[in-house]
Nanobody, 124 residues
């Protein structure tokens, strides 16, 4: 059974950087597209970024393009989200997700496994 464990969240100030990590257990990490989603208070969970098992060109939601970078280490079984120039509107619980179809998708229904989330709070 695949398990995902996020880490790296915290409280930062506007303009700061933060890197989230998600460790993958219980499967062939290389076979999974990995995604990051986030849920702000009072809002639905939304897609942030995704990367295929082989790497390649990642996919981002427009609001984080140029500020966030998704990457993965297929030796360490980890996916990362480097977040720069953070804004208060980036405040949310950030979730890691795994999609075994090897496609790259921005919708929750495509993802088979989810972590429990890590809180990111950006103060102004």
């Amino acid at each position: 059974q695949v398990q995902l464990v996020e880490s790296g969240g915290g409280l930062v100030q506007s303009g700061d950087s933060l890197t989230l990590a998600c460790e993958f257990f219980g499967g062939a990490f290389y076979d999974y597209t990995m995604g990051w989603f986030r849920q702000a208070p009072g809002r639905e969970r939304e897609f942030v970024a995704a990367i295929r098992g082989s790497g390649g060109t990642p996919y981002y939601t427009d609001s984080v393009k140029g500020r966030f970078t998704i990457s993965r280490d297929n030796i360490k079984n980890k996916v990362y989200l480097q977040m720069n120039s953070l804004k208060p509107e980036d405040t949310a619980i950030y979730y890691c997700a795994a999609d075994k179809t090897k496609t790259i998708a921005a919708v929750e229904i495509m993802y088979d496994y989810w972590g429990s989330g890590t809180q990111v709070t950006v103060s102004s």
